[in-house]
Nanobody
Framework: QVQLVESGGGLVQAGGSLRLSCTAS????????MGWFRQAPGKEREFVAA????????YYSDSVKGRFTISRDNAENTVYLQMNTLKPEDTAVYYC????????????????????WGQGTQVTVSS
């Protein structure tokens, strides 16, 4: 089992920044690709960003590319999502997920492949 705990969400004005963190416990963190996904009210969960076990091969959705940065610290068992130039349409519950794979391909953007999920953290961007 892997336990994931997200933090860093909150209320921010459009144009502002937030940094989400997701800390893992329970298994070897570096065996997992890590991803961030989000779900807005009335919408399905969507992919935001993912990074391979090594920290290489970050992938981003088109809607956040150039504004968000995913990174990980395997020594701290933590993955981060730095979100800049936030927009009201970024408002959602953000979830981190762990996918046990050494793949560094776009397979890591498939949320259905993920093994574990955190409880989510709310991000609200006001206009």
């Amino acid at each position: 089992q892997v336990q994931l705990v997200e933090s860093g969400g909150g209320l921010v004005q459009a144009g502002g920044s937030l940094r989400l963190s997701c800390t893992a416990s329970g298994r070897t963190f570096s065996n997992y690709a890590m991803g961030w996904f989000r779900q807005a009210p009335g919408k399905e969960r969507e992919f935001v960003a993912a990074v391979a076990w090594s920290g290489a091969s970050p992938y981003y959705s088109d809607s956040v590319k150039g504004r968000f940065t995913i990174s990980r610290d395997n020594a701290e068992n933590t993955v981060y999502l730095q979100m800049n130039t936030l927009k009201p349409e970024d408002t959602a519950v953000y979830y981190c997920g762990a996918y046990r794979t050494f793949a560094q391909s776009m397979a890591i953007i498939n949320g259905n492949a993920y093994d574990y999920w955190g409880q989510g953290t709310q991000v609200t961007v006001s206009s």
